[in-house]
């Protein structure tokens, strides 16, 4: 099954079409390229060849070549721009493969649609390992790439902006994750502190039951820290936090005040968790979500 994915842009369709037919700003929104260079045709009717790059990271690169098949322009102004691509590069799971972009006018803007299909190297371990990993992660790609580019369009975000503010969310998101789990885990669960039975013996709990109430706030802990990840453009879970780590902070004050006498203690701990929390909301209220794309072709179309 090929990649298919969709997305409503409101704008009209010829500044689509400059934004994603235009090598110069089509790097700059899809993920899938970090290189796009247009080939000098020999003559103003021989089709429109191109090369591209891909930077997986730790200076390995993957390069192929295209060449746009045809543009035509269908009754009711449909455009579509029909390519094929390939890689001599060894280390491409692509072999090569073709697809197509469609520009749909409509009242309130353009359906913008692609579809795309390709071949793999390597055999049934190639088929494999596309199936399982590659087509998945890649199909996801060009989806938030697509709403990156509606964002680009619609509200005037750039798409350099977008990456960084992807990039300063998920690293809130994954500390905040980690230390609510961390937290829970290794304290409450494994090491058994003893601070954390003083204290929750302070706050009036009977000691009998102490153990068992701190079992049950670390399982809190660590299952919150997961919801962050799982949840991952929950909004809400970040907002929470706020109120969540300030009443902490005035229960053990009210309770153990000694505490925060420490090294390491609520008011070093928790204000730092709700910047943290306050910079991933505010980082992650305006990013691409594959989710806001059409991702297989409406029946009978």
Not at 8 to 17: P, Q, R
Not at 45 to 72: C, D, H, K, M, W
Not at 182 to 195: A, D, E, F, I
Not at 245 to 262: C, E, G, N, Q
Request: charge should be positive.
């Amino acid at each position: 099954m090929g990649v298919y994915v969709q997305i409503e842009i409101a704008a009209e369709l010829d500044e689509v079409w400059e934004y994603t037919q235009n090598p110069a700003m089509h790097r700059r929104w899809d993920l899938r390229f970090t290189k796009i260079d247009y080939i000098p045709k020999l003559n103003e009717t021989a089709p429109q060849e191109f090369s591209y790059e891909t930077r997986l990271g730790f200076g390995v690169t993957i390069a192929g070549v295209g060449t746009s098949i045809a543009n035509r322009t269908s009754a009711g102004g449909v455009r579509t721009s029909s390519l094929k691509f390939s890689s001599s590069d060894r280390r491409s799971l692509i072999l090569d493969g073709a697809g197509y972009w469609k520009y749909e006018p409509m009242p309130l803007g353009t359906w913008f649609t692609t579809g795309y299909d390709y071949s793999t190297r390597f055999g049934e371990l190639g088929r494999l390992l596309d199936k399982a990993v590659f087509r998945p992660l890649i199909g996801w790609a060009t989806a938030w790439s697509f709403d990156s580019l509606r964002l680009w369009i619609t509200e005037g975000q750039p798409p350099e902006q977008t990456l960084e503010r992807a990039a300063i969310h998920g690293v809130a998101r994954i500390s905040l994750a980690t230390l609510w789990i961390y937290q829970g885990l290794v304290p409450k669960l494994l090491n058994r502190n003893s601070l954390d039975f003083i204290m929750t013996v302070q706050s009036g709990v009977p000691r009998a039951y102490a153990a068992s109430v701190i079992t049950g706030v670390a399982w809190l802990e660590i299952l919150f820290g997961l919801a962050i990840l799982v949840f991952w453009r929950n909004w809400r879970l970040l907002a929470l936090q706020v109120p969540l780590l300030l009443l902490l902070m005035i229960l053990t004050l009210i309770t153990s005040p000694a505490v925060y006498a420490d090294a390491f203690n609520p008011l070093s701990t928790n204000l730092p968790m709700i910047a943290l929390a306050a910079i991933g909301w505010y980082a992650g209220r305006q990013l691409p979500s594959a989710r806001n794309c059409r991702r297989s072709p409406e029946k009978g179309s």
